[in-house]
């Protein structure tokens, strides 16, 4: 290595006097760079560095010490031979550094899920690292730091990964096309090359509920009037019919894993039917029916279904207006009272704990009130043949008016030139009412008055829509509002139902048992027990006995298979009070005032002075004795 000129050295020391050395020239190369040197002193120390992964070397000056290496367990080797601890070094040393090479093979890692559905491949290529000297500034002590390059070598090729997959045990699902970009679009990292097919998802058991649950409703008729007293209906159900179901289940398709396994679908969850009062299970478990009629209930409790039928439907409080009517096919219980305007309609019994004012009650077997009744309708053992016996005739007659009548249309529309006219349904039996039927309107009005004032006006919803339809079209001009023969013929059958009515078995033999009655009607199929104040200006009939703890004053007793007792009888302001049996019947009474009529059979009784214990009777040759 020679040294610079005399120009040179005197440049360099003047300017590493103010800056620090730049550039060194290197043992045996100073050609390529210039050689940096330290300030201006009296002793300068050698310097050491690295560039571009070459090491360079500044003799000192003056005297100084030479730079040291320490070769931090590289391979390096200073004039031909290895050095292994500091060594100083010169611009005349030749030294060598062997850089460090490490080949890492590709890498291939195949991964399956947990449930077999999916394997993943783990790519990572092979390469080539060369670790090369850092760069490091001049120093006395140059400790030499290597640092890694990477060279990326041959990416996978097919026969590679399927290798892996087969030692694997990955059969099934294998991504061909994923399999060839790894060679053909080299990429590393975590790749799906092989999917399963799942099981199925099983349907579970279900469970179809056959009942309602109760609803709130506005239903306006054909005039678009609301009953708001019949907006609210209760969920009922009679014995035997069938409250709910089990849908079975249905087994979800088999799958299959990566490994070719058969995967099976997880069985369908099942459900539990579990009965209570009024129910029971049928068809090996898989129905529930009702054993009573009631209202129908059904909890779920996660897959648990809970069914009862409740067979008395209790109200705790009043029945008013807010509650509107209650139609129930069970017993109904009532903590209160039943208020004005209300309609209270039961299929077995009803029981009152307080007062009925100005309302409808019947049950079609034994009613009981706590309390008083004013203004008010009650009907115990109520059948419908016992209320449609009374407009038998009237139902007989208009039903084979409407015969007739559908008779004569149907022959009349068959008529070529009434066929093909302009003449509208309505308009052609409008017309054929006035010429062979002018009575059918008013005969069907008189009856529709009838029905009303039956104890069909309690009846359930669609017979009363049936009678709201005739209304809505036998009404004034109404018929025009008949589009085809077929509504007529509708209307025909429904009146025919109501007439079927009559036929029904007889009176169940409800009991009606009360403290008093003010202006009322009261009925029973049974016996009437009066066990409060009595009875004042009320029809009181009974199928059985009447018996009143107290007094009868005004209005009409009648017993049809039984006796009447009465602790007293009329006033002594000689109110018209009427006590009517059958032949074969009795009527005693504690006191009697004069105004009071005792009928046994066809023979009255008039009283006219007051009398005490009478008992009044047909003898056995139908003498009337008392």
Known sequence: MSNPNDLDKTLDNVLNSVLPPKTLRHSGDMSSMEAKTPAVAEDIAGLAWVSNG?????????????ARLAPSGLKVLVNGVPVQETVPIRESDHIEYE???????????VVISDDGLVAYLNVAFGRRVE???????????????AKPVSHPGEP?????ALAVLKQKGVTYGIHLARLRQLRGTPEEGRFIVASGIPPGISQAESVEILFGQGEFCLSPDKR?????????????VEQGQLLARKIPG???TPGMNVRGEALLPEPPQSIQLLCGQGTALADGGNTVIATTSGQPFCEKHSRTYFFRVESVYSINGDIDLSVGNVRFVGSISVRGNVRAGVLVYSAEDIYVSENVDNAQMVAYRSITIGGSVFGSTVIAGCCNRLSFQKVAGQLAHVINQLSLLLQVLEEVHANPRVRHSNLGFGQLLQRVVDLRFGNLPAEVHNLLNSLRRLTIAVQPEDIRASLIDFEYYF?????????????????????????????EAEDTGGNLVLKSAVNSSLAASGTISIVGQGCYCSRVEAGGDVNVRGIVRGGH???????IVVDEAGSDLGVKTVLSVNPGGHVFMGRAYPGVYVNVGNQVLTIKEDVCHMRVYLDSQGKLRF
């Open 250 to 252: 249905k087994l979800g």
């Open 156 to 160: 996978p090729d097919l026969d590679q």
């Open 99 to 109: 850089p460090r090479i490490e080949l890492i093979p590709p890498c291939l890692e």
């Open 131 to 145: 670790y090369v000297l850092e760069d490091q500034e001049p120093s006395t002590l140059l400790t030499l730091r």
């Open 475 to 503: 009404d004034g001009i109404n018929l025009l509002r008949l589009q085809s023969i077929e509504q007529l013929h509708l209307l025909y059958h429904k009146l025919k139902v109501l007439a079927s009515l009559a036929d």
């Open 224 to 236: 678009n009037n609301v009953d708001f007293r019949e907006c609210r209906r209760l969920a009922t």
């Open 557 to 563: 007793l009648i017993s049809k298979k039984g006796a």
């Open 54 to 66: 070459r090491i360079f070397v500044k003799d000192p000056e003056s005297g100084g010490a030479p």
